[in-house]
């Protein structure tokens, strides 16, 4: 029955009644049901083109009771904005358990909206996950996005007053502009392992739950811990005309779509154009007569203690003595009289009077700027980094303050085709200087308090590192109403695209890996070691790893990273990461060692043997999704050669890949103390890159027995084949390079 499910609440999917004033193409059904489908939507009808493309063509259906309903694909349409905003529903993805805490039903979800003119709303919806012991996967367009995992081990209360906090609920948001959206959702491994982990809580949380959902019609009472599948959630999403820009739209002019007394529009999503009604018309801006003049003076009085006067398309005010309209909105202000007596006031008189006004508005405009300003920069944590400067617990020579106006011309008003990233903290774009310098500004989202000692934890961070392979802070900027970092531009993208986007034309070979994996592990173990004061990356993953023009491994964002005193481990309530790098330890108690970078570094150390990604649901379930736990089961049953990468496979050594191997499975232990540290790790590479033939030679056959456990020993009836090697079935053996 459980397949059943979507078929059936689709059918008792809530059909609000649309808030659009405007009128569908004449000639065409207005409404199906309690919904209006304004143009350039129309519903597709034999007789007649209602809509304005095959894009905006939607269907109206019978439902189950006879009750017509609105469709586009196979969503359920509830409301159309002529703003520019479609409210569909969507079912959750979701994971049954049984009494013994065995996973008997599942059901994933997805979201397609091909290449015509919707996305989904990144400033409306959220993903939400809710349930115990709950891992919810999401993948962005065919890649890896995001995870949100929730915890709990006794009955937590939902409320809507209460924040998803990671017990019970969890939460994340999803970038701009995406069109499609992979969500599954499953009980996670810790800190139990089997197929019965799930019991101690499958009482009072028979099901775990993950959709996304409008923002402003999300009720997290409405998923309490103890309910079933019922249905789904409204998700918002967006549409534009097509994706020109106002000024391509305009030059063809047939093809235009806004209609008379209304204008281009270029939405925030920057991925095409709308239309809207002039100022004083209201109406459908895309029929062509849609636009009506309105009567300003009706009802409330826009002039404010002033008379107001109605004409066609615009409204006056006439204002009394002694007072001066403000534009046209209102009447304030001591008037300036003039009075005309005998020839007048002379044109000289006049022209000081508008020049003295227009220094006086000038004045005015500065000092509000400067207000402004100053009130941004204590907003987004100005006098917090002043503090943490001024108390002499960081060592910082100088962190560059860059006025908004440089970085706003820098980017060209953040224009969206300079965007050069987006992730969890914000949106990054692609700069240059007035010196002809090309950066890296990173525009945070809004944030709240949490967040903001995050951003100026990232910027005192950052300034304090001096590391060739750790992207360079050049500066911020406080006095915008989003904080801004600079950072020095690296130009060759992520190693994630490298690894794993087939429109890759330049494959890493054995030595650049070799190379990439030498220079993280010298980064981290800067970081832990010989910086001033120990840093915790926290999120280190192969998305967080540039190449500069030399393809040079730069590690990058630390908004997230901790600096803690030596011989400590940071404690948090909240775990963060990135799910297929997570620590499972610190998944379990929470507490964030030095090691945890080590086990999120041996994941990208496997990544780039196999050039698998660190989450694949490609993989079955035997296989293992997570890539740290398909690469010990090809180690544990002699299989190494069948995974890796054939550049890996055709172009390394095989002495040196059995190293590296040996290495990254070190560093995936469960046991955190039996993980080498990233010294130790450093140390392995070095030998790796100096060592000839012989000297590796010599050092293999010794590392075989101290290193790889009983199947190297003389006893051992394991072989090396060009396809194969027999590895150790234990995962607790003792940690490698333990001689040193």
């Given at each position: 029955?459980?397949?059943?499910?979507?078929?059936?609440?689709?059918?008792?999917?809530?059909?609000?009644?649309?808030?659009?004033?405007?009128?569908?193409?004449?000639?065409?059904?207005?409404?199906?049901?309690?919904?209006?489908?304004?143009?350039?939507?129309?519903?597709?009808?034999?007789?007649?083109?209602?809509?304005?493309?095959?894009?905006?063509?939607?269907?109206?259906?019978?439902?189950?009771?006879?009750?017509?309903?609105?469709?586009?694909?196979?969503?359920?349409?509830?409301?159309?904005?002529?703003?520019?905003?479609?409210?569909?529903?969507?079912?959750?993805?979701?994971?049954?358990?049984?009494?013994?805490?065995?996973?008997?039903?599942?059901?994933?979800?997805?979201?397609?909206?091909?290449?015509?003119?919707?996305?989904?709303?990144?400033?409306?919806?959220?993903?939400?996950?809710?349930?115990?012991?709950?891992?919810?996967?999401?993948?962005?367009?065919?890649?890896?996005?995001?995870?949100?995992l929730s915890l709990c081990k006794e009955y937590v209360e939902m409320t809507d007053e209460n924040p998803c906090s990671g017990s019970g609920c969890c939460q994340i948001s999803i970038p701009k502009g995406l069109k499609s959206f992979d969500y599954s959702v499953s009980s996670h491994d810790y800190p139990c392992s089997g197929s019965g982990c799930y019991r101690n809580v499958s009482d009072f949380n028979p099901c775990v739950f993950a959709?996304?959902?409008?923002?402003?019609?999300?009720?997290?009472?409405?998923?309490?811990?103890?309910?079933?599948?019922?249905?789904?959630?409204?998700?918002?999403?967006?549409?534009?005309?097509?994706?020109?820009?106002?000024?391509?739209?305009?030059?063809?002019?047939?093809?235009?779509?806004?209609?008379?007394?209304?204008?281009?529009?270029?939405?925030?999503?920057?991925?095409?154009?709308?239309c809207s009604c002039n100022e004083g018309f209201e109406g459908n801006p895309y029929l062509k007569e849609g636009c009506q003049d309105i009567n300003e003076c009706e009802g409330k009085n826009p002039c404010q203690e002033g008379t107001c006067t109605n004409t066609i398309g615009d409204y006056k005010c006439r204002c009394p003595l002694g007072k001066h309209n403000d534009g046209k909105t209102r009447c304030t202000g001591v008037g300036i009289i003039i009075i005309i007596s005998g020839v007048g006031v002379g044109f000289g008189a006049v022209l000081f009077l508008f020049i003295g006004l227009w220094w006086v508005y000038k004045v005015f405009k500065r000092k509000r700027g400067e207000k402004l300003k100053r009130k941004y920069f204590k907003r987004n944590g100005g006098l917090l980094l002043q503090e943490q400067l001024s108390s002499g617990e960081v060592n910082v020579e100088k962190i560059k303050m860059f006025p908004s106006k440089e970085l706003d011309k820098a980017t060209d008003h953040y224009n969206a085709n300079r965007t050069l990233g987006q992730g969890g903290q914000g949106t990054v774009y692609k700069g240059m200087l007035a010196d002809g310098k090309i950066v890296a500004v990173k525009?945070?989202?809004?944030?709240?308090?949490?967040?903001?000692?995050?951003?100026?934890?990232?910027?005192?961070?950052?300034?304090?590192?001096?590391?060739?392979?750790?992207?360079?802070?050049?500066?911020?900027?406080?006095?915008?109403?989003?904080?801004?970092?600079?950072?020095?531009?690296?130009?060759?993208?992520?190693?994630?695209?490298?690894?794993?986007?087939p429109k890759e034309e330049f494959p890493l070979t054995w030595e650049m890996r070799l190379r990439i994996a030498a220079e993280v592990a010298g980064a981290l173990f800067y970081l832990h070691s010989a910086a001033s004061i120990a840093i915790f990356h926290r999120d280190i993953k192969s998305t967080n790893i540039l190449l500069d023009e030399k393809y040079r491994a730069k590690v990058a964002d630390f908004g997230t990273s901790r600096?803690?005193?030596?011989?400590?481990?940071?404690?948090?309530?909240?775990?963060?990461?990135?799910?297929?790098?997570?620590?499972?330890?610190?998944?379990?108690?929470?507490?964030f060692t030095d090691k945890s970078d080590v086990y999120s570094f041996g994941v990208v150390l496997v990544e780039l043997l196999t050039g698998q990604k660190a989450i694949s649901f490609t993989r079955s379930e035997e296989q293992g999704r997570s890539l740290a736990t398909y690469f010990l089961m090809a180690m544990e049953s002699n299989c190494l050669f069948d995974i890796l990468d054939p550049n890996v496979v055709k172009q390394g050594k095989k002495e040196d890949v059995l190293m590296v191997a040996s290495l990254a499975r070190s560093c995936l232990r469960l046991n955190g103390k039996e993980r080498p540290t990233m010294k130790e790790v450093t140390m392995v590479f070095e030998r790796i890159q100096k060592s000839d033939n012989l000297i590796v030679q010599r050092e293999i056959e010794y590392d075989r027995k101290e290193v790889m456990g009983a199947p190297w020993d003389a006893t051992s009836t394991s072989t090396i084949s060009s396809f194969g090697i027999s590895a150790s079935s234990s995962l607790d053996e003792k940690p490698l390079l333990h001689t040193y």
């Open positions: 029955m459980w397949v059943f499910l979507p078929m059936m609440v689709l059918s008792l999917w809530p059909v609000a009644a649309s808030t659009a004033r405007s009128a569908a193409k004449p000639g065409c059904q207005e409404k199906c049901g309690n919904v209006s489908v304004p143009y350039p939507f129309g519903i597709l009808e034999p007789t007649a083109s209602c809509a304005m493309n095959d894009d905006f063509s939607l269907f109206c259906i019978p439902n189950d009771e006879g009750h017509p309903e609105l469709y586009v694909a196979d969503m359920s349409i509830s409301n159309i904005e002529l703003e520019g905003t479609v409210t569909v529903g969507i079912y959750p993805a979701f994971s049954c358990f049984n009494e013994s805490g065995i996973e008997n039903y599942t059901v994933s979800q997805s979201i397609n909206l091909g290449s015509g003119p919707f996305m989904l709303s990144d400033t409306r919806n959220i993903f939400t996950a809710t349930g115990c012991y709950t891992s919810a996967q999401v993948t962005y367009e065919s890649n890896y996005g995001a995870s949100c959709f996304l959902a409008d923002k402003r019609s999300l009720k997290i009472s409405d998923w309490p811990l103890s309910r079933t599948p019922k249905y789904g959630t409204d998700v918002v999403i967006e549409w534009v005309v097509e994706n020109k820009t106002c000024e391509q739209a305009k030059a063809n002019t047939s093809a235009y779509a806004c209609g008379t007394n209304a204008d281009c529009t270029y939405p925030e999503s920057g991925q095409g154009y709308r525009k945070s989202k809004v944030i709240d308090e949490g967040n903001l000692k995050q951003f100026i934890n990232e910027v005192v961070l950052l300034s304090q590192i001096n590391h060739r392979n750790v992207v360079k802070l050049l500066g911020c900027c406080l006095e915008t109403e989003l904080p801004l970092l600079v950072y020095e531009f690296i130009p060759n993208g992520t190693l994630f695209q490298f690894l794993h986007d600096s803690v005193s030596v011989d400590q481990t940071h404690v948090t309530t909240l775990v963060q990461g990135t799910f297929g790098y997570l620590d499972p330890e610190y998944f379990q108690s929470s507490q």
